[in-house]
């Protein structure tokens, strides 16, 4: 038995009009196919001259309830569900008049849109979530064996290019694979519906105060810290009792961590990922590689922290040298000083659009580059580095859609998915509080919120050093606070003096603070909570330093 399937009668309904009209004239004139449709779809092809026959001539009724209603009729999805080998279901057909119908063609009221502009309203939400389309695409995709389903203007060229080899036919191995994408499509269509839902349903919690504060919990004994409450039950809504991922594979990586191990970049279809790895445009330089993408993602979100133009080199997913400064030329120079033998093969991430000046300072010397990534590039600035570096990945992120979005954090570990709300940029500053005797000065506070916010893209145990906009000593992934403490000291060297100092979380004892302050270290920002935090000020005090407490961690793993 042939598994070739005469295409007689198809069903076009579909809010994307590209290419609907070229699609459904091949249909007709090449093929002789007869066309049902719907609504401002049939107005489309009659416009163009085809004959059209309308839905509610099928059914014989008319569409209703604003359009809510159109396509739910037993002879639109007996003629698309009826297994045609099967005496029994053509016998019903015949008895009620149903004619099978052979291709469905249909994409969906467009949701996603509708959501992602600015001040949407939840009815206006909700008038475009597609009932008809999906039952339809469901309905033809189930029954592949004998209907053909599609779904996206992308796929309009294949099926015609199956019609015109097989002679007006579908062959099985094409209706299954569209079969596939139709539920692909299907799901994520609800899945950005449930998404949507689920935020709605957020937004309501948190707009609703609690019956009844929790109350503060007793400080345990050893090493306990104010970071180690329970998060509210109210900030525990934010986080949803199911999530169902919708991504779409960009790019084969080269490999993935290591030659023997496979990688590929998806990336969620959303106005999220604007201004992001996910959605950067390569602009030049060799293909990118995995970890390409994960120390250039590091960089970019530590830049990102600032206002003032900043740069960040990242080796090894963990900051090496950040500097701010009132240019981004400037702003590099300072990073780069930073640690420039880490900076060597580092990647180098920009907060603001490269000007000339910038590149310059970028191409200058004999640096080595893995990565640039930044908001855009001049045209000259651009040209300049490609001429610099053959290899050299140039990457354009644009401009983020938002700065302090609410997307969830999501880490993935065997057999699970660890999920938490994202450490924004930022930070508010209210809680902080001077524990030392002195306060600190104003140059001393412009370099300790620096270091506070490099510290928190430094893998844990972190120690940041800063000085004059920069940092001179970074000491990051150790398993103890001191040890991390001497890696920052030890990069510094003679730089340590005059320098400040962050920690990623609490001084458990006075050691790592004392070795800072012996270094020559001015001021110290750290969260505080420490049953021994008494011990750390007294040291600061007696080196007449100063020291910030800011209430909250920043642990990174």
């Known amino acids: 038995m042939s598994d070739l399937l005469p295409i007689r009668r198809a069903l076009l309904s579909v809010s994307d009009k590209t290419g609907l009209v070229e699609f459904a004239t091949a249909l007709h004139r090449e093929f002789g196919v007869e066309l049902i449709s719907t609504g401002g779809t049939a107005r489309a092809l009659r416009q163009a001259g085809l004959p059209v026959r309308d839905v509610s001539d099928v059914t014989g009724f008319p569409e209703m309830l604003d359009?809510?209603?159109?396509?739910?009729?037993?002879?639109?999805?007996?003629?698309?569900?009826?297994?045609?080998?099967?005496?029994?279901?053509?016998?019903?057909?015949?008895?009620?008049g149903i004619e099978p119908i052979d291709l469905v063609c249909v994409n969906l009221y467009p949701f996603r849109q509708t959501i992602a502009k600015p001040d949407v309203r939840f009815e206006e939400a909700i008038e475009n979530i597609d009932i008809g389309g999906p039952s339809m695409i469901r309905s033809a995709a189930k029954n592949h064996r004998f209907v053909l389903v599609v779904t996206s203007p992308e796929h309009y060229g294949k099926v015609l290019?199956?019609?015109?080899?097989?002679?007006?036919?579908?062959?099985?191995?094409?209706?299954?694979?569209?079969?596939?994408?139709?539920?692909?499509?299907?799901?994520?269509?609800?899945?950005?519906?449930?998404?949507?839902?689920?935020?709605?349903?957020r937004d309501?919690?948190?707009?609703?105060?609690?019956?009844?504060?929790?109350?503060?919990?007793?400080?345990?004994?050893?090493?306990?810290?104010?970071?180690?409450?329970?998060?509210?039950e109210s900030e525990a809504a934010t986080l949803p009792a199911q999530i169902t991922l919708r991504l779409r594979r960009r790019q084969i990586l080269r490999y993935g961590e290591n030659p023997h191990q496979q990688g590929a970049l998806y990336v969620e279809d959303s106005d999220g990922s604007r201004g992001t790895l996910a959605t950067a445009e390569q602009l030049h330089g060799k293909e990118l590689s995995y970890i390409n993408l994960l120390d250039a993602d590091a960089a970019l979100r530590c830049a990102g922290e600032f206002d003032a133009p900043a740069a960040c080199i990242v080796k090894h997913a963990t900051p090496c040298g950040v500097g701010t400064a009132d240019s981004l030329a400037a702003a590099f120079e300072k990073a780069y000083a930073g640690d420039p033998q880490a900076a060597f093969g580092g990647i180098v991430a920009l907060n603001r659009p490269v000007d000339v000046p910038a590149a310059d300072a970028i191409a200058a010397g004999n640096k080595f580059l893995e990565v640039i990534v930044a908001p855009d590039y001049d045209e000259s600035a651009l040209e300049l580095l490609k001429d610099r570096w053959k290899n050299v990945r140039l990457l354009r992120c644009g401009i983020p859609a938002q700065r302090g979005s609410s997307r969830l954090s999501l880490h993935s570990i065997w057999g699970g998915y660890l999920l938490q709300t994202p450490d924004d940029p930022g930070e508010d500053e209210s809680p902080w509080r001077v524990a030392s005797q002195r306060p600190p000065s104003e140059t001393e506070m412009a370099d300790l919120r620096i270091a506070w916010r490099v510290c928190k893209h430094v893998k844990s145990n972190a120690i940041v050093l800063v000085k004059d906009g920069r940092t001179v000593g970074i000491g990051g992934g150790q398993v103890d606070?001191?040890?991390?403490?001497q890696?920052?000291?030890?990069?510094?060297?003679?730089?340590?003096?005059?320098?400040?100092?962050?920690?990623?979380?609490?001084?458990?004892?006075?050691?790592?603070?004392?070795?800072?302050?012996?270094?020559?270290?001015?001021?110290?920002?750290?969260?505080?909570?420490s049953v021994r935090d008494s011990q750390t000020l007294a040291a600061v005090d007696a080196h007449g330093a100063a020291m910030i407490l800011t209430g909250r961690r920043h642990f990174r793993h």
Not at 69 to 96: C, F, S, W, Y
Not at 210 to 216: C, D, I, V, Y
Not at 222 to 231: D, H, K, Q
Not at 490 to 502: T, W
């Open 204 to 232: 309501a919690a948190r707009s609703d105060p609690p019956a009844s504060l929790p109350s503060e919990q007793p400080q345990r004994a050893g090493e306990a810290s104010m970071m180690e409450s329970p998060v509210p």
């Open 161 to 201: 290019g199956d019609l015109r080899e097989h002679g007006g036919s579908c062959c099985a191995a094409h209706r299954l694979k569209q079969a596939r994408r139709a539920f692909v499509h299907t799901a994520e269509y609800d899945a950005a519906i449930a998404a949507y839902l689920d935020q709605a349903c």
């Open 67 to 96: 359009g809510r209603v159109k396509t739910l009729h037993p002879l639109i999805h007996g003629g698309l569900l009826a297994l045609r080998d099967n005496p029994e279901h053509v016998q019903a057909m015949k008895r009620h």
């Open 487 to 529: 890696v920052a000291i030890g990069k510094a060297a003679r730089e340590a003096r005059g320098s400040v100092a962050a920690s990623d979380a609490f001084f458990p004892f006075a050691d790592g603070p004392q070795l800072l302050l012996e270094a020559g270290v001015t001021a110290i920002i750290q969260p505080g909570g």
């Open 481 to 485: 606070r001191v040890g991390a403490a």
